[in-house]
């Protein structure tokens, strides 16, 4: 087994309150940086959850409209006719640094705002710093990593740690050994194994295929049956966070979309699960990944308790689909968790919290 240096971590918070730069202590916040949605945890006990898009004035009207503005989170998607609209993530990166096109410096300018919303809703007193643990996908690139670091320094985070997000879950719940997380975001389904130390690269996964995948599926299922439907992709989005599941139930999907501007009720209930059924096998696939390459004397520990988090755990009958798919691979336990919005935040202000104060000075 490995040395305990989760252990080390939290005997060491117990004595932690720094004072930095001698003036006040640091506002310590967790934050789930997310393809979708990002979620912010602070030491203070606020805590505010945001769309990951930003948006700019689209020309002279809207700049009257809505004044020479940036606007960030959920008033960008409510006001999205009239602006030039930005996801700075995609696939749970920051997408600028997979992109070398013209695109690029939007696309950074976008995550910076992004980083500046999250540092606001921190409410820092004047002068006084905030450090931040950042849930990033489980295999996100140290190119990726640094991008996170260099963008929230420059939008005034002082001190920058980055840690895989289901890691951050993982600490959240103290299941810090015997489990496994599963966190079924936008971008990515990440996947990290707990066995008491802290996770290396080949205790996590990261599957590319998650919610927004499931929206792409959906559109286009619709649009091979129902050409005559019109909807975009947040109608689809929304219609899909009301009514996923993966099992039959009385409980139609049942929409009013526009058939040639005319509002029609449609029913979009075999769309739907089909498309979000399709998720199942990859996390099967994943868990046992994690489980076949684990200490075979172990093995049965973690399969017992595999923990799912993230918007995705949200699909009605997940649980039992979950355990019927690991069945045939040696059965185990899933259990979905109740506030799957804020567990990654929380856990990374968790980690914040307990970090040696000389670590954040370092930094
Ligand atoms: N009830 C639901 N059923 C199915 N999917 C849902 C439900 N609620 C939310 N989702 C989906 O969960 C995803 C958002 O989850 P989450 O906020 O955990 O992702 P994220 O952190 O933004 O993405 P990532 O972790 O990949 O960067 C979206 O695709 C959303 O549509
Ligand atoms: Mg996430």
Not at 33 to 58: C, D, N, Q, Y
Not at 200 to 207: C, P
Not at 296 to 317: D, K, L, N, T
Request: with cysteine; charged share 25%; proline share 4%.
């Amino acid at each position: 087994m490995k040395d305990n240096k989760l252990n080390q971590l939290s005997n060491e918070s117990d004595v932690i309150s720094p004072k930095l730069d001698g003036k006040s202590t640091a506002v310590k916040v967790g934050i789930d940086l997310g393809t979708s949605r990002s979620a912010i945890t602070t030491s203070k006990g606020e805590r505010m959850v945001m769309a990951s898009v930003v948006g700019w004035p689209k020309d002279a009207i809207s700049a009257k409209v809505f004044g020479h503005r940036v606007l960030v989170g959920d008033a960008v998607l409510e006001n999205r006719m009239g602006l030039q609209t930005c996801f700075p993530l995609a696939d749970g990166n920051l997408a600028f640094t997979q992109n070398a096109g013209d695109q690029k410096e939007t696309l950074r300018k976008a995550g910076l705002h992004l980083f500046t919303a999250l540092r606001q809703a921190a409410k820092a007193a004047e002068g006084q710093s905030v450090h931040a643990v950042i849930g990033a996908p489980a295999e996100a690139t140290r190119e990726n990593k640094q991008a996170i670091i260099d963008l929230a320094r420059e939008a005034g985070i002082d001190g920058v740690m980055v840690v895989s997000e289901p890691f951050a879950v993982a600490y959240a719940l103290d299941a810090l050994e015997d489990a496994m997380v599963v966190d079924i975001g936008a971008g990515t389904i990440d996947l990290c194994r707990m066995a008491g130390s802290l996770p290396d690269a080949e205790d996590q996964v990261t599957i590319f295929h998650a919610g927004n995948h499931v929206d792409a599926r959906i559109c286009e299922l619709l649009r091979e049956q129902r050409a005559d439907i019109q909807f975009s992709p947040n109608m689809i989005k929304k219609a899909k966070e009301r009514f996923s599941s993966v099992v039959d139930t009385n409980k139609r999907a049942l929409v009013t979309f526009p058939v040639n501007g005319r509002p029609t009720e449609v029913d979009i209930t075999d769309q739907i699960q089909t498309a979000v059924g399709e998720l199942v096998p990859h996390i099967v696939d994943g868990i046992q990944k994690l489980v076949s390459t684990f200490d075979p004397e172990f093995q049965h520990r973690i399969r017992s308790r595999v923990i799912v988090s993230g918007g995705g755990s949200q699909v009605y009958g997940l649980q039992e689909a979950l355990e019927k798919g690991l069945e045939d691979l040696g059965g185990g336990r899933v259990m979905i968790l109740d506030d799957p919005v804020f567990a990654g935040s929380q856990g990374a202000l968790k980690l914040a919290l307990e970090m040696p104060a000389e670590y954040w000075e370092q930094l």
